[in-house]
């Protein structure tokens, strides 16, 4: 299992801007699939843009061309910049690491968008 520590989240204004930022327990060459998952009150956890090993990247609809997945390799950690945030981003966000068959989750961080 993926050991995952996330830190960014906050209270923001509409238009605003946020970065989330993953730290892996181990080196990110070594796990399939990585990336970030949200959850809005009372909806199901979603996604949001992850990568592959191979660096191939999935991103929602609702977030493209706002929404920013990057990596450090060498410090193991994954990003989520998110730009012209709206109300509707609002939720808990959730680093995600699929490695060895096995599902990995952080704890969360909450990003609130309000003015």
């Known amino acids: 299992q993926v050991q995952l520590v996330e830190s960014g989240g906050g209270l923001v204004q509409p238009g605003g801007s946020l970065r989330l930022s993953c730290a892996a327990s181990?080196?990110?060459?070594?796990?399939?699939?990585m990336g970030w998952y949200r959850q809005q009150p009372a909806k199901e956890r979603e996604l949001v843009a992850t990568f592959t090993r191979s660096r191939v990247t999935n991103t929602a609809d609702s977030v493209k061309g706002r929404f920013t997945i990057s990596r450090d390799n060498a410090k193991n950690t994954v990003y989520l910049q998110m730009n012209s945030l709206k109300p509707e981003d609002t939720a808990v966000y959730y680093c995600?690491?699929?490695?060895?068959?096995?599902?990995?989750w952080g704890q969360g961080t909450q990003v609130t968008v309000s003015s």
């Open positions: 181990r080196s990110i060459f070594s796990i399939d699939l």
């Open positions: 995600y690491a699929r490695a060895s068959y096995t599902d990995s």
